[in-house]
């Protein structure tokens, strides 16, 4: 599916986004080493046991980058030219192996670019949520978006 020129959208439209995913323990080892973040956070079960959590915490960049990743196929697969920024990133609640995330995407702001006559700029706000409707993770993101070509 293509993602959407920035006509197309409004503000406070909202995507459920369909696909579903189950965090597993391979995903989080990749992040935490891929990233060289060796934190027993993320790596030691053994050390998280004894924790409040009693097991590992996922990494929560991973946690950002797949509710990212997931809103991409509705939104702007093939029609963004460049991520500009994430802003207010939250974590209000732990992710633990094998969670099952669904995303929510809502359009927050849209505004011509005055440099560049053929795109916009779109503030979107995406929310995580684990299997019980907990949220787990959201963020706004800002990203430079086409308009749909002329002709």
């Given amino acids: 599916m293509k993602g959407l020129w920035y006509e197309e959208f409004h503000v406070g439209q909202t995507f ?70 994430w802003d207010e990133v939250r974590f209000p609640a732990p992710v633990f192996v094998g969670d099952t995330l669904r995303i929510e995407t809502e359009v927050l702001e849209l505004r011509e670019s005055k440099s560049r006559p053929t795109q916009g700029i779109v503030t979107f706000a995406h929310r995580a949520y684990n299997q019980r409707d907990e949220l787990v993770a959201h963020c706004k993101r800002t990203v430079l978006h086409n308009k749909k070509p002329q002709g």
């Fill in 16 to 85: 459920d986004h369909p696909l579903r995913r189950t965090v597993t323990e391979t995903d989080n080892v990749l992040m935490s080493t891929l990233t060289h973040n060796p934190s027993p956070l993320h790596i030691n079960a053994e050390h998280m046991k004894n924790s409040e959590f009693g097991q590992i915490l996922v990494n929560s960049c991973f946690t950002l980058s797949l509710m990212v990743g997931i809103s991409i196929n509705d939104t702007t697969l093939g029609t963004t030219a460049a991520n500009l920024g």
